[in-house]
Every structure is written in C-alpha cells, then in structure tokens.
C-alpha cells in the first residue's frame, strides 16, 4: 500500500490513525501542499488523484480517494478492529458523529478555504483564525452532546475505537494549534486526550511524520 499524504492535512493525518489501527503496512509518499506551488498540483499526483487532494491511498493498483472512504474501504478490507459497527443503529450513530467532522467542520478549515479567505477576500491571519473557530465551535457544540449521551468516556461512541474517533482527534489537534477555547467540551476533550495516548494515534500525529518541516 501507498498512501499519498502531508503531514499537516488532517484528513490524511484520519488516514494515517486508520491505517495504523488496522496494522497495515504501508509506504508515505509526502505530497507537499505547500513548497514550490504544491506538489499536489503536478500532473503525475493528479493522474493519481485528479482532484489533487490528500490523502489518496494506493492499495496494489486500487486508488481510493477521500478520507471517509479510505476508512469504509480498509474497514471491509480489514474487518479487525472493527471501525464501523455491524448494528444499523450504531452505524448510524458513529456515521453521523464523523460526518459532522468530515462533512460540517473541516471543508469550511481546509487549506484551500483559509487561502481563498487570506488571499482573494483579504482576511489578515486573525482573520482567517477567527473564522475557523467559529465553525469549529459550530460542530463542537453538537459532537459535545451527542458525546455526552454516547461516549463511554474515553471514545466517542461506547468503550471502543470507531471512525468517529478516527475523525475527531486530528480535528481536535487542529482547534488547539488554533487555540480554540475548548472548556465547553469536557467530554470531547476527555476523548481526545485518550486517544491522543494510543499507540495508532501517537504514530499518525503530524510532528511523528517524515515529511515533517
């Protein structure tokens, strides 16, 4: 396996914690986002993913792009640990818990959002930061409650790693490097900081990665 990554992308840092949870072995090809115009703008990484995203994970000749897919695909790849739960109600639940990371918080905090904010709408630094908190407070509210009537205290859903957990902790990651007031989520935090001690998710933080500057 190939995995298409840089090391400062969330959704390829939700690649990463997944691939080490499954314990798949697996070669890091670093695709810079940002030094010398970006490497996920030539054409050799777009033949690979033409969106010219991150993460996109090469399983012998299979390209699997988008980082909820890439978790679904490993899941029915690797049934062991289970990441999506076989029950329709839990699946569900921990669908929905992810999404509000994948679908709700993160597309409006991505890279290319925070430099069309910086370089079309001309927002300075504090600008773009208090933007990204505001959506992050926005999705945080809700993973909150929802937390506090599912999580068993130290995973989002029940006492086990679910791709819930696999979408939150990069995106925790992310509200501290942007110093979001994080006290109205005791519970999410609480989580986060389990995770943060799991050999799966220690490996796949940013600072632990080779492309690392």
């Given amino acids: 396996m190939k995995l298409y990554s840089y090391y400062r992308s969330s959704a390829a840092y939700r690649a990463r914690i997944a691939l080490n949870l499954k314990g798949c072995a697996y ?14 703008r030539r054409p050799d990484y ?3 993913n033409p969106q010219g995203l991150v993460p996109a994970l090469d399983d012998d000749g299979t390209i699997v792009t988008q980082s909820l897919a890439i978790v679904e695909y490993l899941d029915a790849r690797f049934p062991e640990p289970r990441l999506i739960p076989r029950d329709p109600a839990e699946r569900a ?20 959002v925070r430099r069309y904010l910086a370089d079309e709408l001309g927002l300075d630094q ?15 509210r809700a993973l909150e409650a929802r937390l506090a009537q599912w999580s068993g205290g130290r995973y989002c859903y029940g006492d086990g790693v679910t791709i819930a957990d696999v979408m939150l902790a990069p995106q925790v990651y992310n509200a501290r490097a942007l110093a979001c007031d994080l006290g109205a989520y005791p519970t999410l935090v609480r989580v986060a900081d389990h995770l943060a001690t799991l050999d799966a998710f220690v490996r796949a933080a940013p600072e632990n990665q080779p492309d690392a500057d």
């Fill in 46 to 48: 777009l033949g690979v």
């Fill in 126 to 140: 504090d600008g773009v930061a208090a933007w990204s908190r505001r959506w992050i407070a926005d999705g945080f």
């Fill in 27 to 40: 070669e890091l090809v670093p695709v810079h986002l940002i030094r010398d115009g970006g490497a996920h």
């Fill in 93 to 112: 639940r921990v669908q929905s818990l992810a999404q509000i990371v994948a679908c709700d918080i993160h597309p409006l905090n991505n890279l290319r």
